[in-house]
Nanobody, 123 residues
């Protein structure tokens, strides 16, 4: 089992920045691919970013490319999502996820999920 706890969400004005953190614990969490997904009210869960365990592969969703940066510190079992130039449409609950695939952008390929952290961007 891997436990994931997100933090860092909040209210920010459009154009601002936030940094989300995900603390992983449990079964050798550093072996897993780590991803961020988000879900806005009435919408399906959307892929945001993923990073494989060796930090050699990083993928981003089209809507966040150039604005968001995912990173991980395997020694600390932490994953981060730096979000810059935030827009109102970035408002959502952001989830950290861990999966056993080498890399994935698909939510059903992730095995473990955090409870989510709310990000609200005011326009």
């Amino acid at each position: 089992q891997v436990q994931l706890v997100e933090s860092g969400g909040g209210l920010v004005q459009a154009g601002g920045s936030l940094r989300l953190s995900c603390a992983a614990s449990g079964r050798t969490s550093s072996r897993y691919v780590m991803g961020w997904f988000r879900q806005a009210p009435g919408k399906e869960r959307e892929f945001v970013a993923a990073i494989n365990r060796s930090v050699g592969w990083i993928f981003y969703g089209d809507s966040v490319k150039g604005r968001f940066t995912i990173s991980r510190d395997n020694a600390k079992n932490m994953v981060y999502l730096q979000m810059n130039s935030l827009k109102a449409e970035d408002t959502a609950v952001y989830y950290c996820a861990a999966g056993s695939r080498i890399i994935s952008t698909t939510s059903y390929e992730y095995d473990y999920w955090g409870q989510g952290t709310q990000v609200t961007v005011s326009s």
